[in-house]
C-alpha cells in the first residue's frame, strides 16, 4: 500500500522560515515527478512546487518563486519544500503529491498526480 506522509508544518511569524518533508512509503517514486500543493479555506488546492525524477528540473508557482525550494533525496524516497521569507498569504494546509507517470518532467495540475498526503499545516502571522 502506497502511503505519502508529510511533516515539518506549524506556527512561524512572517520571514521566518519552514522545511517540510514528504516520505512515501510502499513503492519507489525515484522515477516519478513530485510535487507541492496548497489549500487555504475556502479556496481550491493550488500549485506550489514540483521536481523531475532527478531533481533536474523545477517549477514553481510565480507567488513563491526565490522564497521556496523543492528537492528530492532518492535513496530516502524523501521530497522536501524549503520555505523562506513566509508570508502570511503563505498559510495553508500544504499537501505533497507523487506522480505514476514516468518520465524527466514535472506537473503543475491536481489530476496529474495519483498518490496524495493527508496534509500539513502551516501558519505564518504577520
Known amino acids: 500500500q502506497v502511503e505519502v506522509v508529510e511533516s515539518g508544518g506549524g506556527l512561524v511569524q512572517a520571514g521566518e522560515s519552514l522545511r517540510l518533508s514528504c516520505a512515501a512509503s510502499?513503492?519507489?517514486?525515484?522515477?516519478?515527478?513530485m510535487g507541492w500543493f496548497r489549500q487555504a479555506p475556502g479556496e481550491e488546492r493550488k500549485f506550489v512546487a514540483a521536481i523531475s525524477w532527478n531533481g533536474g528540473s523545477t517549477g514553481y508557482a510565480d507567488s513563491v518563486k526565490g522564497r521556496f525550494t523543492i528537492s528530492r533525496d532518492n535513496a530516502k524516497n524523501t521530497v522536501y519544500l524549503q520555505m523562506d521569507s513566509l508570508k502570511p498569504e503563505d498559510t495553508a494546509v500544504y499537501y505533497c503529491?507523487?506522480?505514476?507517470?514516468?518520465?524527466?518532467?514535472?506537473?503543475?495540475?491536481?489530476?496529474?498526480?495519483?498518490?496524495w498526503g493527508q496534509g500539513t499545516q502551516v501558519t505564518v502571522s504577520s
Open positions: 503529491a507523487a506522480s505514476d507517470t514516468y518520465g524527466r518532467y514535472w506537473f503543475r495540475r491536481v489530476d496529474e498526480y495519483q498518490y
Open positions: 510502499g513503492r519507489s517514486f525515484s522515477n516519478n515527478a
